[in-house]
Structures are given as C-alpha cells and as structure tokens.
C-alpha cells in the first residue's frame, strides 16, 4: 500500500470490517514490536561480539568500527537501492555509540535507557507538533491532505513504484534522504540506542538466555501486557478522536504505540523465554534459531522479495491487495524464509550475508561449508 496507510488505515477505508480487525490485531501486536526485539538483541550482540573478539585476541574496536562501517555501506544500498524503510544505517551509528556504553552496570543502562529511546524523539515531534500551530492554514490543510489516495503525493508515489526501476530511484531518494538527515538523527538514533542500552542489561541479567526462573517471565509478561496495550489502547482511542487527523497521528498520538510497544515486545521477549525454559515446540526453536542466525540475510531478503511482488520492475502489486490479503503474503514469506534459512544452515556455517559481512570485517574469505575450518 501507499506509505500514509502505514499508520493510518483510513487512507483505503480501512476503518470496519476484516481489514480493521486486521490493523488494528497488527498495531496491538506487532508494529514497533519486533522493531524493539531486534534492537535489544542487536545491542547484547554488540555485547558478545566485542567480549569474543577481545578473548581471541583480536582489537574489539577495530573490528566494530570495520564491522559497523559495512553495516552502513549495506544500509545504504539497502535504503537508496531497495527499500526506504532501512534501519541498518541507524544500527551502523547505534552500533559504535552502544560500544561505548557495553561495559557500564546493568542497572545504569537499564535506568538511562529508557529516558534515551523516549524523551529526546517523543519532545523533538511534539516540538514540530506546537511548531506547526505557527503554520498557515493552507500549509497545515496540505499536510493533512497529502496521504490521502487522490492526492497528488500518493499518486506520484504509485506511478513511481508501479513505474520503472529509475522511476522508483528517484521518488525513494527523496524521502530516504529526509530519513537520514532528519529522522535518524533526531528520532531513530535515541529511540534504538535507549533499546540497545537495555538489551545489554537484559544480556547482563541473564534475562535474554532464559536464565532467570519460570515466574519471573510470568510476572514479566502480565505486566508488561498491562502497561504495554493499555497505553496502546489509549492512543487508538486519541486517533479516532481526533477523526485519524494525519497530523495528530504522527507527531502527537503515536506516542502511546511508540512507549506501549516497547512494554509488548518485553512481554513477546518473555513469551520466548518461557517457551525455551519449557523444552516445547522444540523443532519450532529449532527452525527459528536457525533464521535468527541468518537474521541480516532475511531482513535484505524480505525487501527484494517484496520489491520484487509489488513494485513495477517486479509484477506490480502495488496497491492491489486488501490489508487482510496482504497476510497471506507475509505468511508465505516467513513459511519460505524459516524453511530456507534451516536448509541452508544444513549445509553451510552463516548465511549468504553474515558470511559477506564477516569476511569483510576480517578483510579475509570466511569458510562456507560446515565441515571446514573457521576462521577467527
């Protein structure tokens, strides 16, 4: 669909039936959350891979900085060349701030963290919100009016990437250049960074290996739900208040999505943990480790399937599907990718892209095949 139906299903009608229940059942549970998970597990990752590195030798900051370089090198190929909604050039720049931060006492990063991913994004929005107050009418009427389908911004935007490849170049290189310049900066850079904090502490804790007892996930699940979809709860009732006004949502009411779903992705985080300290869905864990392992791989490989689907150099979907249809889709990627990634680690030590993104941050041809000789 046409970018403003992201948070706002009113731009394809998208208010009743099938296609509400299914916004509504992916903002509750889904949008922003595994976004949170990721960067948690990318900051412990960040964690382990420089304790490693020092424990074999090698210069842990040498090889973040190499590491964290052709992070963003991928992020933005990624972003320019594929998909505009690329967050490895913000995991580049979190990747060297959280190096930093990687040795501080868990309580530290988890008290500062959360002030980090929250206060600075959440004051910078409300300041442009009050900002735009000082606006004309015409120009706050035009920035209402932009996302809407007759709009002449979400036509440009289909014929773009209903259009030619050079076509799409164009068009995304506009809005990925405001992302860099303005929305990394300024709002996704704190936001993952306050998550990266606190996944280390989890890490430290021991929390993220399913160390800590049975009840404690228990406990963390029920209050997180509470906390997380009451503050969900509370913005969908703000958005259809104000009649799903575009700027309301976006500079104003998000905020309760923003904070209540990183309450969530804890809750699915301790979901996890319960379900490995249980021993269940073994084969499940199993499969799902294994597209965890090649996570980098499936991220760049869900956009150029779905560049590929929707887009017009592919076979043009774009903008044909129902939102519950598009379920569909997403089910059958992730049916395909958990398959792929365990058929593939049968055979092979990384994924096609963690080989690419080791090999370069050793400068040296990493061995593929399970039965050779790693090198470290």
Known sequence: MVSSAYDLPSVYGDLHGVDWWTWLTLHYFADTKFMSIFSIL?????????????SKGHSAWKLQFIRMAWLLIF????????????????????????????NWKPWTLFL??????????????????????FGSEEDILNMQQAGLLASSEMQDEIAAYTGSYLSQIKHRAVFVL?????????????????????????FKWGILSAKCSRSFYVWLCIISCCIGFSLIAIGVWFKQQHGWDPIMTRFVDAHWNLV?????????????MLVCKMGIFSVLQKAMACTGRMAL?????????????????GFGWYGLFERHELLYVVTSIWVFQICFSACWLSLFRFGPFEWLWRSLTYLEIQPMKLNSKLVS
């Open 112 to 133: 500062l963290g959360f002030p980090v991913m929250f206060l600075l994004p959440i004051s910078i929005m409300l300041l442009l919100y009050l900002m735009l107050q």
């Open 42 to 54: 990318f900051g412990a990752g960040v964690c382990i891979f420089m304790e490693r590195a020092s």
């Open 178 to 202: 405001f992302m860099h310049l303005f929305m990394v900066p300024f709002y996704l850079f704190w936001h993952c960074l306050g998550l990266m904090m606190v996944g280390i502490a989890g």
């Open 297 to 313: 791989t499936n991220y760049l490989m869900q956009s150029i399937i779905c560049s590929l689907l929707f887009y017009g150099h």
């Open 260 to 272: 209540g779903g990183v309450f969530v992705a804890f809750a699915w985080i301790a979901v996890v």
């Open 75 to 102: 992020g933005l190929i990624h972003a320019y060349g594929i998909w505009y909604g690329d967050i490895l050039v913000t995991y580049a720049f979190c990747g060297i701030a959280i190096a930093f931060m990687r």
